[in-house]
């Protein structure tokens, strides 16, 4: 019966948002969930979803049909070339097939599922799936729920703040060979450390010697730079270094499209003479996969975000609102980090201007983390992750003055 069932434990970032939401105190502030907040800690509609929206809705031809099962061709096809770059080879040589998800998590999880059932490593302990340490916590359930045993590769590093690139590199050489290693393509989830462009190739270097299978998942891209090509150079790269490779692609951040579901699911193999076949048969186990999941792919997040990719005016309104958002983000790192270099909080703060994207992994420990919830009212991650989007210029001298209290306790 039922008593079978044990009950689970609640979902931590969920749970964050409920005790928040519960806090009555006037000066609380929310850094858990990376969700963008303007500068009144409200959501945002992006001007350029308004504009997309109101021509939705004037079209006399929509209606509700199914989409396809691969989703809606002209956003799937706009979002390759998005993630892949528009001349990329293997777009021009058709080496890339696309299926439209549930957002990054339904990408992250129809891949894993295609791997759990299609990847087969020559040595089958490569079977595994390498992760940074840490990542988005997400992931393990992911990976984990359809079978897959995850392991971890270092990343960063809690002294600097920084990436640990000399471990992450000799991890990756010594992991089985064709293990499938996932990374994050830009605004890494949660330390807001991405690799440089030279890091990047040595990284690429290794994957290759080591025949690993790389899965990028892309859901912060426009997030970091502010530029859309500047925060798909790694996939780029790698793509033109000849792997076959898996892409996970989230709209909910960039477009600011959280609860419409619309991403994407990209696999790209190298350009072999066999490519077409291959395209062919993935291709078509992709489609029964997704038939027996979700059938067919929310409409009203692709149509929009189909709008905007589609069409040069929106685009270049769409990268406004990009620059609007980062651009906030980038003020508040400046504003956080000199607040506490003011209030001479003891150690470093230059991580939190040097890390980039949505997320600052502070450095702050559990305990303080606790303190900042009990006796400020401030909510983050217990790892001391902050959404920086939560900061404004209303609450990041509170948020600072709070910070510095913990730090000198
Ligand atoms: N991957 C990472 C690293 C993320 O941070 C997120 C968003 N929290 C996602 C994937 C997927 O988010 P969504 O399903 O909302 O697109």
Redesign the pocket.
Known sequence: GPEVVPQGPEDVMFGLIAAYRRDQDPNKVDLG??AYRDNNAKPWVLPVVKQADELLRKDPNLNHEYLPIAGLPEFTSASQQLICGANSPAIKDKRVLSVQT???????HLGALFLSKFYSPANKEAKVVYASAP??A??NQIFTNVGLEMKSYPYFNKKTCALDLDAMLASLNSAPSGSIILL?ACA???TGVDPTQEQWKKIAQVIKDKQHFPFF????QGFASGSLAKDGWAINYFIEQGFELLI?Q????NFGL?GE???CFHFVTGPASSAQDTIARVGSQLAILQRSEISNPPAYGARIASLVLNDKALFAQWEEDLRTMSGRIIEMRKALRGKLEQLGTPGEWNHITEQIG?FSFTGLSEEQVGKLRDQWHVYMTKNGRISMAGLNTKNVEYFAKAVDSVVRE
């Open positions: 969930i990376g549930i957002s990054g998590t339904g990408a992250v990542t988005w997400n992931h994050h890494h989830n949660p998942d892309c859901a912060y996970a989230s709209f909910a951040k959280y579901r619309a991403g949505m």
